[in-house]
């Protein structure tokens, strides 16, 4: 298996591109589904073998934008650009890609062998030629010996991988995945995903996914597009998402998220209740309300009542971390603080309890007040 | 490794419409040709030809206004109503009890029961007709049952028909009664709730739909059929015959297209009724639904069981008299036994050539009708674009199962007849039977495919296209293969209705193309009842083996499917 591996490698490691030429530009695509706009301009540009997942809530219209990339949805306007080819009106069978869908959608009535080797039937391929290609394909996904299975005999976690060996089998130039890890059990999918993203580093193919799984998007991709309600409301690496995220939206959606309502002082400086409290730079007028944004895992929780301090109304036990709800006192707001369980024992945390709180100021995220998280 | 071996996928520019597509679309159009002029256009011109004097003028709705002026016109109107309900009634409260006791009763030889009560399917309409003659006509040996009531009339048609719709309401009442949900029945349970209003408050509003869609297309059936009225109606009109009357016996053709658009009515509006429950029906089961398994419980048991054998008996009886009549010498007077009735010589009819020509057209309606009709639904379910053309497909393959045979016969002559119409060289021919026998059962056919289709994962073809295989292959090598024992459903369904019908052909046929079930018709006509009733028994026969052969083709299929149906 590992030998195959490395033989593959050597071989394709030569049309792995410098990773700022562009694969695929969408220029100010828009579908529309009678009055329902599931795409409102979406331009985008992905990298020639990078990993892009598309993220959003159902709904958001990233499923869209992968079937409109595939040619399963013919856009309302705008323009797909792959590899300097206008492919915005071509059907489908003339687009260079491979797709794995959430269902699999392997064929019933044929084996392993013959699902895998069904694009290469029609090249005109000879016999020997496809056998190898297809021991090949499944000995990269560990399926090497089950050739003459059929997929009613394989695991969820199995079929997902033979679908993924059909799709990569023509060596597409752009891999797209359409959720293909939520139909499976957590575990199955936990491994499967680091076993897709290793391939992919190694093949090198440019890979669109489609999740609505954040964790595994952040896992995964090399940039992340998040989408919400047929806009883009970021795009950026999982860390740019994490640390900055660019809407009250993003910042909610990804990971867990403190909202507070304040008041702005100045451009530096916010009031939280009678507090005032120093944030980074923004250009939000003086006196408008405001929501910011903290991550319970940055808050600092003192046993010297300072500044900022809250009661504890609720202590959740999560095994690395306890999950602790404050009352900010002077208001009737609630803040989450993760505190490590190291930490835990020194603060002596208990119910009722009123502690100081400590939230640096580099990691707090300033949103105006209309702006709708989730 | 595989860089320089495998042909690298080259990507065409400016490949705006892909040959794929353009077939794609040319199959389409050729599929909405098809009933374009296979059904749409025939109906038209019937229409047409009611708003026509003889001389071709339009004159409005005269022949309208001459029809009600006609009593015995009118008269059939309420013939054909009474009838029709007097059947529905007897044959949905027969077929609701059997279908209950096979569902929701334990009782014994389910299985041969089911198989006994379909074979009324397998024979054409007019075999129980003739078969009623022999039991209960003036030299029958029942007669003494009818207490002096004729056969021939209202009495003899609806048990004829009865006879051999049973079948139909029976399967229909089947599957409304096994979906069924135990969770209500263990809650009613639970409630202390006594079995009668169990019955009420949830059997009945659990089959309602299917009752009433049954209900509907049991009247339609009734009010529609030829072969039975024909046979046994004596001086009792109905609006079937009187159609046929009118265009071959009195060469009225006018009023025949009079008539074909009254009896058109009732049969439009249950079939919009029909359409109208099943959009209705699609909630009604949850996908949570834990199907309800019965309890013995001997009385009932075999209260069912005696019940069920009772009407597997008289099924029995019929199909029984029908044989026993085609091989005596002569009833009464000479009981002996002869197969000199299967001659069929000198009789005119056809005989065995008419049966021949039944089997060519059953075989071709069979092949042809299943490949267009189930890639039409293909073409309907499965493929992207060209919405308002396969919407119009669609809505046209819904159709036929609202126009009697009877009327889309007698359009196909207005329509194919016509001088100038350049398909006038199908007239007379085996093809047109077949166009017209296909058209004729293609709504059955076409829903049977869609819900195969609806089955299959929706993105086998996004897949095919994605691999860069032109849909054909994806269509012979998966989507066909995967749906197979929906497509032999179909097969022997189109080929034993092709066998058995006579009212649609009856307009159709000429000397060359004389069908077996037409020939029945004519024998029976001519007072050769004994070859009418093996002519009968003949097509019955035929049906059955075909049916068997299938049974068993399906059988091993299955078998075979079952390395990929069920984990390996």
């Not at chain 1, 690496?237 to 994490?242: F, S």
């Not at chain 2, 135990?182 to 659990?206: Q, S, V």
Request: proline residues 5%; aromatic residues 10%.
């Amino acid at each position: 298996m590992h030998t195959t591996m490395t033989s593959l490698l050597a071989a394709d490691s030569p049309t792995v591109m410098t990773p700022t030429t562009p694969h695929l530009r969408i220029e100010a695509v828009t579908k529309q589904f009678g009055s329902f706009t599931a795409l409102d301009n979406i331009s985008l540009t992905i990298n020639e073998g990078e990993f892009v997942c598309f993220l959003g809530p159902s709904g958001c219209g990233k499923t869209t934008l992968l079937r409109t990339i595939a040619g399963l949805a013919r856009q309302t306007s705008g323009t797909l650009i792959q590899r300097g080819n206008d492919i915005s009106t071509q059907p489908t069978q003339a687009r260079d890609f491979g797709i794995v869908f959430q269902s699999y959608a392997l064929f019933p009535n044929l084996t392993v062998f013959n699902n895998v080797a069904y694009g290469l039937r029609n090249r005109r391929v000879d016999r020997a030629r496809i056998t190898a290609r297809v021991t090949e394909l499944l000995a990269l996904v560990n399926l090497s010996g089950s050739e003459q299975k059929y997929p009613a005999a394989l695991s969820g976690g199995q079929q997902q991988r033979v679908a993924l060996a059909r799709a990569l089998a023509t060596e597409p130039g752009l891999l797209l995945l359409d959720e293909p890890l939520s139909a499976l059990d957590a575990r199955v999918r936990g491994h499967l995903r680091s076993q897709i993203k290793a391939l992919q580093a190694r093949l090198g193919v440019t890979t669109i996914m489609v999740t609505h799984d954040q964790e595994e998007a952040l896992t995964m991709a090399d940039r992340i597009v998040v989408m919400n309600h047929g806009v883009i409301e970021q795009v950026g690496t999982p860390a740019e998402i994490y640390h900055q995220p660019a809407s009250a939206f993003v910042a909610s959606f990804i990971g867990t998220m403190n909202f507070l309502d304040v008041t702005v002082n100045s451009a530096t400086q916010v009031q939280l209740a009678a507090t005032p409290f120093t944030c980074q730079p923004h250009c939000l007028p003086v006196g408008e309300v405001a929501r910011l944004a903290v991550r319970p895992e940055v808050v600092a929780l003192t046993r010297q009542a300072g500044m900022l301090a809250g009661e504890v109304t609720d202590i959740e036990f999560l095994g690395a971390f306890q999950r602790v709800t404050l009352r900010l006192l002077g208001t009737d707001q609630t803040l989450l603080a993760d505190v490590p369980s190291r930490d835990s024992s020194e603060l002596n945390l208990r119910l009722g309890q009123t502690l100081g709180i400590n939230i640096p100021a580099d990691a707090a995220c300033l949103y105006p007040a209309g702006s709708n998280p989730l | 490794m595989t860089e320089r071996t495998l042909p690298r996928f080259v990507p065409k520019r400016s490949a705006s419409v892909s040959p794929e597509a353009l077939i794609r679309l040319l199959v389409l159009l050729a599929g909405v040709a098809l009933l374009v002029v296979g059904l749409l256009f025939p109906l038209v011109t019937m229409l047409i030809k009611s708003l026509q004097d003889r001389a071709g003028d339009f004159i409005g709705l005269a022949n309208f206004i001459r029809y009600f002026q006609t009593p015995a016109l009118v008269n059939s109107i309420a013939n054909s109503l009474s009838v029709a309900l007097m059947a529905t009634v007897t044959v949905v409260s027969l077929a609701f009890i059997c279908a209950y006791g096979i569902t929701r009763t334990c009782m014994p030889g389910k299985r041969l029961f089911r198989m006994l009560a379909i074979l009324p399917i397998l024979a054409p309409s007019l075999l129980p007709a003739i078969s009623l003659v022999y039991l209960f006509g003036n030299q029958g040996f029942l007669r003494d049952v009818l207490a002096g009531h004729s056969i021939y009339g209202p009495i003899g048609i609806v048990m004829g028909m009865s006879f051999w719709i049973f079948p139909h309401a029976l399967m229909l009442l089947t599957t409304a009664l096994t979906n069924s949900d135990a969770r209500l029945y263990e809650a009613a349970e639970a409630l202390g709730t006594p079995k009668w209003r169990t019955f009420l408050t949830i059997t009945l509003p659990g089959v309602r739909y299917g009752l009433i869609s049954c209900l509907f297309v049991v009247f339609t059936l009734a009010i529609t059929d030829f072969g039975v009225p024909k046979i046994i109606g004596g001086q009792f009109s109905v609006l079937a015959t009187d159609v046929y009357r009118q265009v071959v016996g009195q060469q009225n053709f006018q009023m025949g297209a009079v008539v074909s658009v009254i009896l058109l009515l009732p049969a439009v509006l249950s079939f919009i009724v029909d359409r109208w429950i099943q959009r209705r029906q699609v909630a009604q089961l949850s996908a949570r639904a834990v199907p309800w398994q019965p309890t013995p419980s001997p009385l009932r048991d075999w209260s069912f069981a005696l019940l069920c054998y009772a009407v597997a008996g008289i099924i029995l009886l019929v199909i029984g008299t029908a044989v026993y009549a085609s091989m005596i010498q002569f009833w009464p007077y000479n009981l002996s036994f002869t197969l000199q009735h299967y001659t069929f010589q000198g009789l005119g009819g056809g005989g065995w050539g008419a049966w021949f020509n039944s089997l060519k057209l059953a075989f071709s309606v069979a092949l042809i009708g299943t490949l267009v009709i189930f890639f039409n639904a293909w073409l309907i379910e499965k493929s992207e674009g060209y919405r308002p053309l396969r919407q119009g497909l669609h809505f046209m393959a819904m159709l036929p199962m609202a126009v009697p045979g009877m009327v889309l016969g007698l359009a196909y002559i207005f329509f194919f007849n016509q001088a100038g119409n350049p398909l006038n060289w199908l007239y007379g021919t085996m093809a047109i039977l077949v166009l017209n026998t296909l058209v004729h059962f293609y709504t059955v056919c076409h829903l049977t495919s869609v819900t195969a289709l609806k089955q299959l994962d929706p993105e086998f073809e996004a897949v095919g296209a994605s691999l860069k295989v032109p849909f054909w292959t994806t269509f012979s090598r998966v989507t066909l293969p995967v749906s197979l024992p929906a497509v032999l459903d179909i097969s022997v369904y189109l080929f034993v209705n092709a066998m058995t019908t006579v009212s649609a052909v009856v307009f159709l046929y000429n000397s060359d193309t004389r069908l077996a079930s037409v020939a029945v018709l004519h024998l029976d006509e001519a007072g050769y009842f004994a070859s009418a009733a093996a002519m009968a028994v003949l097509i019955f026969l035929t049906s059955l083996v075909v049916k068997l052969l299938h049974t068993a083709l399906t059988h091993v299929l299955l078998n075979n499917a079952q390395r990929w149906r069920l984990a390996g």
